[in-house]
């Protein structure tokens, strides 16, 4: 009888632990346009008022359009004007509004061994993607080509001194494309810091960066498999992220056309001005969200090569690349975090990268 | 020591909680998306359910653009814009899962009632 009570007992705690379930949900959630994206806001405020919640994220929409019209490399806006100077000169003085990122974006340029750099606007424009509405059937003509690869494509070949910046000759285009997003989605966090957010997350298109925690546990995120078997989930891997992190992946299934059995994507190799061949997807997690952008892009553009010494180079704790075959490199920050969603083929001596 | 009917329905018990607990908070397919948040520019999300087959036509910028559930999964089965990327996303049947026709600007997110993620980098 006694056994019989004990167990009663047993089961009874553990089926009121299990019923409890988890606390309330206090999220809430909204969706904008902005970046060429559709960004997700999720805030967990349950002390303030969902009018109250409303106006912050109107204050989010504002700086991120804000950020779109400076950095668009069409238009009116701050890059546009100074990309229409370089056109026809050497020489421009860089916007106080432009002059951080830049430089931000010069330095991982000439660190990155050429597998990022934002001086190939020109070439995203050839190549036609820079306008989602009018993606392009077939690679550029080849001759149109050369001649966007003659002009000036390379930021690392400028100087940026007292504000200004100085090209060896006029046709450089920048496009920021790699490192804005980045730097918005750091933006749009400090707004809702700033106005006393303690537990957020602002998700760019599957680009995101997140403060404070879930409902009593880290935030959870999962990252895309750049080929999903047909009819399995479309997950690689789940991660449990720390305050302040920011994930950054970048992938050819994005944005790209395919012509004669090839798939062309958006993301060029400055080095070659041809998409990048190296790798299907690449994933950086960081602190900063415009580094973790670019250099999500340098170790996608870098490949299985360059994967060791990109991470070294910028001593990357939490970095995941899947090479053109399928297989996933990582560091051994990243393999200890990890909670693989797929049958995964990993690379030789992938954790202790 | 004599197993008794207590010890056996002691460890029945335990082994239906232990599957419960895993298949609620550990496994990765432990939330399966509930319903679709289908978005035209910044137009309120419509919510719809993906417990119940369907097609949906919704109306963008460049027009009507075609969405088709079936079996808890949703896909772009047709749309106006140039590249059908959005087509080529195929069916989406994960919790914050998302894809885009940004050309018509609709967009189609997937969430769950309690979603084991809370976003996917892409």
């Excluded at chain 1, 992946?249 to 080095?271: A, Q, W």
């Excluded at chain 2, 009917?5 to 029945?12: G, N, Q, R, S, T």
């Excluded at chain 2, 082994?15 to 939330?31: K, M």
Aim: glycine share 8%.
């Amino acid at each position: 009888m006694k056994r019989w009570i004990g167990g009663a007992l047993i089961l009874l705690m553990i089926g009121v632990l299990v019923l409890r379930g988890r606390e309330a949900d206090d999220r809430f959630e909204r969706q904008i346009y902005s970046m060429g994206t559709l960004v997700t806001l999720t805030l967990r405020a349950p002390d303030r008022s969902p009018e109250a919640l409303a106006a912050l994220v109107s204050e989010v929409e504002s700086e991120l359009n804000r950020y779109q019209q400076r950095w668009s490399v069409r238009g009116s806006g701050a890059l546009a004007q100074l990309n229409a100077t370089l056109e026809e000169s050497t020489t421009v003085p860089v916007p106080a509004t432009l002059l951080p990122l830049l430089r931000k974006a010069k330095t991982v340029a000439e660190d990155s061994a050429g597998t990022f750099d934002p001086g190939l606007g020109r070439l995203v424009q050839v190549w036609g993607f820079d306008d989602a509405e009018h993606f392009r059937d077939a690679p550029p003509d080849r001759a149109v080509l050369t001649v966007a690869k003659r002009l000036p494509h390379r930021l690392t070949e400028t100087t940026l001194q007292d504000g200004r910046l100085q090209a060896e000759k006029p046709g450089l285009m920048l496009d920021f494309g790699a490192i804005a997003k980045g730097a918005a989605v750091g933006a749009a966090l400090d707004v809702l810091k700033q106005a006393g957010i303690e537990h957020a997350m602002v998700n760019a298109g599957g680009d995101l960066q997140v403060i404070g925690h879930a409902e009593g546990r880290p935030w959870r995120i999962a990252v895309r498999h750049p080929r999903p078997p047909a009819d399995a989930p479309r997950l690689l891997v789940g991660i449990e992220l720390q305050d302040g992190e920011a994930v950054f992946t970048s992938g050819d299934y994005e944005r790209y056309f395919e012509f004669e059995g090839r798939r062309y994507h958006h993301l060029l190799d400055p080095r070659s001005g041809e998409p990048a061949t190296g790798a299907q997807s690449s994933t950086v997690i960081h602190d900063d969200p415009a580094l973790a952008d670019a250099l999500a892009t340098a170790l996608f553009v870098g490949g299985v090569e360059q994967f060791d010494a990109l991470v070294d180079q910028f001593a990357l704790e939490f970095a995941m690349l899947v090479d053109a075959e399928g297989r996933v490199h990582a560091t051994a920050g990243f393999m200890d975090r990890a909670d693989w969603l797929a049958d995964v083929e990993f690379a030789p001596d992938a954790d202790a990268q | 020591m004599k197993t008794t009917p207590a010890d056996v329905a002691l460890i029945i018990g335990l082994a239906l909680i232990i599957g419960t607990l895993y298949a609620r908070y550990w496994s990765p397919n432990a939330a399966p998306p509930t319903h679709a948040l289908i978005r035209v520019d910044d137009a309120p999300a419509r919510r719809v359910p993906l417990h119940v087959n369907d097609r949906i036509v919704v109306t963008g910028r460049l027009g009507d653009s075609v969405l088709e559930v079936r079996d808890g999964r949703i896909r772009f089965a047709s749309s106006p814009c140039r590249r059908k990327v959005c087509i080529r996303s195929g069916w989406m049947h994960d919790a914050h899962d998302a894809t885009a026709c940004l050309p018509n600007r609709v967009t189609l997110s997937l969430a769950a009632a309690d979603p084991h993620y809370d976003g996917v980098s892409q």
